[in-house]
């Protein structure tokens, strides 16, 4: 069966940087879109980031472009978001999905979800 698994998730002041990992099985990686949504606690699910199936193409929402970058490497079957200058209001538990052939902003199009990384950012 598909599974994604989310790792790297951690505490870190206002300021720092992490990178989380999304590791895939049970898919053929490389034909799939793959985003990063997050989920604090009263609030809905939002998108914050996609990739295309060929690594070429990327989609941020504008609360973390220029702070957020994600990538792929499709021989490792992994995603990658590498998260710098955080802010109290990142924190979340992040979720990465994954789409056959495309990427949304909605998460209603995705497939597949991993367990999720809790992310907290101190002030």
């Known amino acids: 069966q598909v599974q994604l698994d989310e790792s790297g998730g951690g505490l870190v002041q206002a300021g720092g940087s992490l990178r989380l990992s999304c590791a895939a099985s049970g898919l053929i990686f490389s034909n799939y879109g793959l985003a990063w949504f997050r989920q604090a606690p009263g609030k809905e699910r939002e998108f914050v980031a996609a990739?295309?199936?060929?690594?070429?193409?990327?989609d941020y929402a504008d609360s973390v472009k220029g702070r957020f970058t994600t990538s792929r490497d499709n021989a490792k079957n992994t995603v990658y978001l590498q998260m710098n200058s955080l802010k109290p209001e990142d924190t979340a538990v992040y979720y990465c999905a994954a789409r056959y052939r495309r990427t949304s902003t909605s998460p209603q199009f995705y497939s597949y979800w991993g367990q999720g990384t809790q992310v907290t950012v101190s002030s």
């Open positions: 990739i295309n199936p060929s690594g070429d193409s990327t």
